[in-house]
């Protein structure tokens, strides 16, 4: 079983950039996908981005393709999300999340294990 603590988030103008950490501990890494989902207060947690066990693969969220970079490092057991230009909507609580599956997932239920969730404000 994995643990996930997320880190990094904060207050930022629009325009602005944050990076967004993700520390596992408990289980072997590298045999997870992850992903970042994000929930807007009194809306459904969405997908952000994902990444594959090696990190080569990478998907977004059509809403953050362009201004958001997700990344990890096997070595230090952590997945990254570079976020740019933020615009107020991205405004969110952010969590990581770690899939067992051997398929990709863009499905919060496809996921096993999540953080506690990283707040993130951005404001106009």
């Known amino acids: 079983q994995v643990q996930l603590v997320e880190s990094g988030g904060g207050l930022v103008q629009a325009g602005g950039s944050l990076r967004l950490s993700c520390a596992a501990s408990g289980g072997t890494f590298s045999n997870y996908r992850m992903g970042w989902f994000r929930q807007a207060p009194g809306k459904e947690r969405e997908f952000v981005a994902r990444?594959?066990?090696?990190?080569?693969?990478?998907d977004y969220a059509e809403s953050v393709k362009g201004r958001f970079t997700i990344s990890r490092d096997n070595a230090k057991n952590t997945v990254s999300l570079q976020m740019n230009s933020l615009k107020p909507e991205d405004t969110a609580v952010y969590y990581c999340?770690?899939?067992?599956?051997?398929?990709?997932?863009?499905?919060?239920?496809?996921?096993?294990?999540w953080g506690q969730g990283t707040q993130v404000i951005v404001s106009s």
């Open positions: 999340a770690a899939r067992m599956g051997m398929t990709p997932s863009r499905i919060r239920d496809g996921y096993d294990y």
């Open positions: 990444i594959n066990r090696s990190g080569v693969i990478v």
